[in-house]
Each structure stands twice: as C-alpha cells, then as structure tokens.
C-alpha cells in the first residue's frame, strides 16, 4: 500500500512559478513510477508528466515540456513537480499517481487506470 499526499498549492500570477510535493508513505517508494495529473473546472482530468522509478526517465504532456519539471527523491520519498511560466490555463487541481514499476511505455503512462494509488489533490490558481 502506497499513500500519497499532495503540497503546495497556491495562487500565482501568470508568468510566475509554484513547486508541488507528492510525498509517499510505504518503504518500497522506490520501486514506483509516478504521474501527476490535473482537472480544471468543467474538465476532465488531463495527465501533466510522469517520471520511472529511479527517476532516471520522464514524460511530459505537450502542455508541460518546457515549462514544467518533474524529479523524485526516493531518500525522502517525494515527488516533485516544479511548474514555471504559469499560465491562466494551468489553473487546475493537481493530483500526483503512483503504479508499481513496469514496463515504461508512453501512451499507456497518460491513462489514469494504469495508476493504483493516488493523492486527494492541491489547488494550482494562476491569476492573469
């Protein structure tokens, strides 16, 4: 079992940066591939990034890359995702995932079902 607990939520200017933990419970944290996802009022949930196990490989949605950067410490058992460049449109609840390590194949990792454990969320608010 693996509980994830999601910080940093915030209200920022557009143009601004904001960085999200998703800290895990569990010895074997390690052995987890990690995404974090967001929803936006009205939307459904989009997937954001994702990174492998030893945090050697990651993924970002188109939306992401170049913007956002996701990074793990399995020594403190947390997930990071440093978000800059905010945009209006990156107002979302955030949520941070976890699956047991496997196969690393891209489009699978942006399907919320391929996921077993998951966060309650954080609120991201940029302003204009």
């Known amino acids: 079992q693996v509980q994830l607990l999601e910080s940093g939520a915030g209200l920022v200017e557009a143009g601004g940066s904001l960085r999200l933990s998703c800290a895990a419970s569990?010895?074997?944290?390690?052995?987890?591939?990690v995404g974090w996802f967001r929803q936006a009022p009205g939307k459904e949930r989009e997937f954001v990034a994702a990174?492998?196990?030893?945090?050697?490989?990651?993924y970002y949605a188109d939306s992401a890359k170049g913007r956002f950067i996701i990074s793990r410490d399995n020594a403190k058992n947390t997930v990071y995702l440093q978000m800059n460049s905010l945009k209006p449109e990156d107002t979302a609840l955030y949520y941070c995932?976890?699956?047991?390590?496997?196969?690393?194949?891209?489009?699978?990792?942006?399907?919320?079902?391929?996921?077993?454990?998951w966060g309650q969320g954080t609120q991201v608010t940029v302003s204009s």
């Open positions: 569990g010895r074997t944290f390690s052995s987890y591939d």
């Open positions: 995932a976890a699956r047991i390590r496997k196969l690393w194949v891209r489009e699978v990792l942006r399907k919320e079902v391929e996921y077993d454990y």
């Open positions: 990174i492998n196990w030893s945090g050697g490989v990651t």
